[in-house]
């Protein structure tokens, strides 16, 4: 089992600018991506970015050259999404996602609202 603990999120006007972390804990040592959806409301959940163990990232393309996806160097289950630019359409529930063989874990999800 892997349990992730995500933080950050919040309300912020258009243009501006959050930072996203979640935490991986359990049976991490099989975590090969890490990464974030989110899904807003009526809307499927989609991915927004991931990283992989060898670093290597994948991004919606709604959010390249505005987000980006990292991990600690120190805790590489620790994985941060920098999102800036932000727009209304970004307003959606984050879930931090963490793939170990065939299963995909997910955390309880935090609000992001971009809002004037």
């Given at each position: 089992?892997?349990?992730?603990?995500?933080?950050?999120?919040g309300?912020?006007q258009?243009?501006?600018?959050?930072?996203?972390?979640?935490?991986?804990?359990?049976?991490?040592f099989d975590?090969?991506?890490?990464?974030?959806?989110?899904?807003?409301p009526?809307?499927?959940?989609?991915?927004?970015?991931?990283?992989?163990?060898g670093?290597s990232?994948?991004?919606?393309d709604?959010?390249?050259?505005r987000?980006?996806i990292s991990?600690?160097?120190?805790?590489?289950?620790v994985?941060?999404?920098?999102?800036s630019s932000?727009?209304?359409?970004d307003?959606?529930?984050?879930?931090?996602?963490?793939?170990?063989?065939?299963?995909n874990?997910?955390?309880?999800?935090?609000?992001?609202?971009?809002?004037?």
């Open positions: 089992q892997v349990q992730l603990v995500e933080s950050g999120g309300l912020v258009p243009g501006g600018s959050l930072r996203l972390s979640c935490a991986a804990s359990g049976s991490i975590i090969y991506y890490m990464g974030w959806y989110r899904q807003a009526g809307k499927q959940r989609d991915l927004v970015a991931r990283i992989s163990s670093g990232t994948d991004y919606a709604s959010v390249k050259g987000f980006t991990r600690d160097t120190a805790k590489t289950t994985v941060s999404l920098q999102m932000l727009k209304p359409e307003t959606a529930v984050y879930y931090c996602s963490a793939q170990s063989g065939t299963t874990y997910w955390g309880h999800g935090t609000q992001v609202t971009v809002s004037s």
